[in-house]
């Protein structure tokens, strides 16, 4: 991995140490009886402590008995301490004596990839990174549960590859696998409850109303910048780039079709048994903002077809799925609503001990990610499956800047002889970082 010289890291490391103790061996005694030896434990370290990292992940690990968080990271540090202070409170209510002081603060993602006491570490960055961290992650020895999607479409083949040959548990982390009307749509579809299915509809939000503004500002203080950016293009400070509004930006991000296109697609892929492949040709429009800061799509309406003869539209404005068949159909609108369907004999059907029954863990994707490092197997979602589902989302953007039909290739990953689509599957890292 890149380590540049920082001039700030020792001031930040001064500014954290009133709070961060070391490390301490943490025993079963210490954190109460009933959790698993802590030989039987995996070692957790959090990558991005923001909403996310700790609403979500966090919290999700923590709620885990056989796991242990015992270090985390963000380059802003209100972010840091509040992610601190949940673990730690977490674990304090289950020591003897109400005192624990086991988490261990840093800014820098790499001061926990290069630590050799943990087993996996969560990514939950902006996703201009999730790939280069996590490559750098596998590569130094850890499984790895990351935030989606991808930025582009060569980073997530790297991803792919990587995993499979490091050997490494890598989960895309998505709720959507387990939670049940998904799960249930998915195999409704594949066994054939609405016939032959001819046609997918899929509803995203759509982008940001504003069109954010660029103006220069001084960067926080306790905030890391030139290592938020990392590979990005260098670009000043404004606060609209950041947190939560980086998802309207092409350096960081692929707008909403990327962002939510991995929950509602993902579903498309499974339902339709091709998780390993995707579409042959898409065409679509889209509206950006002309000018301001946010530049991804924020109005979108997008036509795939895939080799099997299904036909997927994607349009923004709300959030559902229908599935249309040869003998009826079903889908829901809103996330995580009720099924509905053409014939309420769908919606009863039982799936037979002969039929396909797709993984799934209701638990959640903490518990499977854990079930499957304990079991060095694939988690429900695997590197692989999360990089096609976000090549959806890729080149329906593509498609989108070029302003034209484009058929795609997904076997050799590729628009064949389309110089000017290709150009769109990557983009430059800037240095020292690289892949």
């Known amino acids: 991995m890149p380590r540049p010289s920082r001039t700030t890291r020792r001031t ?54 056989d796991a242990q968080v015992i270090a985390g990271c963000d380059v802003d540090r209100n972010h840091l301490y509040r992610g601190k202070q ?16 086991g988490f261990d603060p840093t800014h820098d993602f790499r001061d926990i990839i290069d630590r050799d006491d943990l ?37 997530g083949r790297i991803l792919a590859d990587t ?5 490494r548990v890598f989960q895309t982390s998505t709720e959507d696998r387990s939670v049940a009307v998904y799960h249930r749509m998915a195999e409704l579809v594949r066994n054939g409850r609405i016939g032959r299915l001819e046609r997918v509809r899929v509803q ?40 939560w509004d980086f998802r309207w930006i092409i350096d960081y991000s692929g707008g909403m079709l990327t962002d939510w296109g991995a929950h509602q697609l993902d579903t498309v892929q499974w339902a339709n048994d091709t998780e390993l492949t995707g579409p042959v040709a ?4 889209g509206k950006a903002h002309p000018d301001g800061l946010f530049d991804t799509f924020h109005e979108y309406h997008l ?31 809103g996330w995580r609503r009720p099924i509905e369907a053409s014939s309420p004999d769908i919606l009863t059907s039982r799936i037979g001990a002969g039929e396909v029954h797709l993984t799934t863990c209701p638990a959640g994707e903490h518990r499977d990610f854990l079930d499957a ?63």
């Not at 895939?306 to 003998?327: I, M, P, W």
């Open 86 to 101: 949940v673990a730690e409170q977490h674990y304090a209510r289950q020591a003897r004596g109400g005192r624990f002081r």
């Open 373 to 435: 490092v304990h079991a060095r197997r694939d988690p429900y979602q695997p590197a692989e499956f999360g990089h096609r589902t976000a090549t959806i989302a890729h080149i329906g953007n593509i498609a989108m800047w070029t302003g034209r039909q484009l058929t795609w290739d997904p076997v050799k990953e590729e628009f064949p002889g389309d110089a000017e689509a290709n150009r769109y599957l990557d983009r430059a890292m800037r240095a020292p970082w690289a892949l």
């Open 303 to 333: 036509n795939y077809r895939y080799a099997n003869g299904v036909e997927l539209l994607v349009d923004s404005g709300g959030t559902g799925l229908r599935f249309e068949g040869t003998d009826g159909w079903l889908g829901n609108t």
């Open 12 to 65: 930040f490391l001064r500014q954290m140490a009133a709070a961060a103790v070391a490390p301490a061996v943490v025993t079963s005694a210490a954190l109460g009886a009933g959790r698993p030896a802590p030989s039987q434990r995996i070692t957790v370290g959090m990558i991005g402590l923001g909403g996310q990292g700790v609403g979500r992940n966090l919290r999700g690990f923590l709620a885990q008995d």
């Open 282 to 285: 898409v065409e679509g429009r």
């Open 119 to 155: 087993d996996a570490v969560c990514i939950s960055t902006p996703d201009h990174w999730h790939v280069p961290m996590s490559v750098y992650a596998m590569r130094a020895g850890k499984d790895v549960i990351c935030e989606k999607p991808t930025l582009t479409v060569r980073q």
């Open 163 to 167: 995993a499979a040959r490091c050997g």
């Open 204 to 243: 995203l939000p759509a982008g940001p109303g504003r069109p954010g503004d660029p103006t220069p500002q001084p960067v926080p203080e306790g905030f890391d910048w030139a290592l938020w950016l990392g590979p990005a293009p260098w670009a000043p400070y404004t606060k609209d780039r950041t947190h």
